[in-house]
């Protein structure tokens, strides 16, 4: 895999840091596998959470601190906001997860941040950061290609004779 764009994308890095169990530094293919797994296995929710727990964790001590928070928010926002707005960001969603006060945020206050919304924290993230205006401009579109649920309509045929 060599997409020139994703290697010097940061959060990218957070990703493959995240699949790489065994901390080689590269993502061999049994990692890229299990990874993948994860993320295809219809009752894995609970799996898909600590994965992406894993992401924010940056330094890995199992909590996600104000400055996990920061560095991979940086990453995913990159300069279309300034620090100050972006502590702002990380201040308020900590402040809103952290419900027993120590100031981090842990696996399953992070889980229910995610089961409160509805929606994964990066979807939530994104609704702030458009909440505080200046949309970015040049920004890549929001990954993910999932096509919205098709209902299925019958079809019925009338003939006039
Ligand atoms: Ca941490
Ligand atoms: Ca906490």
């Known amino acids: 895999m060599a ?8 959060l990218v890095r957070r990703v493959v840091d995240t699949f790489d169990t065994n901390r080689s ?6 990692e890229f596998i299990q990874a993948l797994n994860i993320f ?7 799996e898909k959470l600590k994965f992406t727990f894993k992401i924010y964790d940056v330094d890995g001590d199992d909590y996600i601190s104000n400055s996990d928070l920061f ?6 926002v990159g300069n279309n906001l300034n620090d100050t707005q972006l502590q702002q960001l990380v201040d308020r ?3 809103q997860g952290d419900k027993d006060r120590d100031g981090v945020l842990s696996f399953n206050e992070f889980k ?3 089961m409160e919304q509805g929606i994964g924290i990066t979807d939530r993230l994104r609704v702030e950061l458009s909440s505080l205006g200046s949309p ?3 920004s890549p579109p929001a990954g993910g290609s ?9 079809t019925s045929n009338s003939n006039q004779g």
């Open 93 to 95: 969603t900590i402040r």
């Open 40 to 46: 295809v296995k219809p009752d894995a929710e609970e």
């Open 71 to 76: 560095q991979v928010l940086k990453a995913m």
């Open 112 to 114: 229910l941040i995610v």
């Open 25 to 30: 530094g590269e993502v061999d293919f049994k």
């Open 136 to 138: 970015p401009s040049g």
């Open 146 to 154: 999932s096509p919205p649920p098709s209902s299925s309509t019958s």
């Open 3 to 10: 997409i020139p764009e994703l290697e010097h994308n940061p």
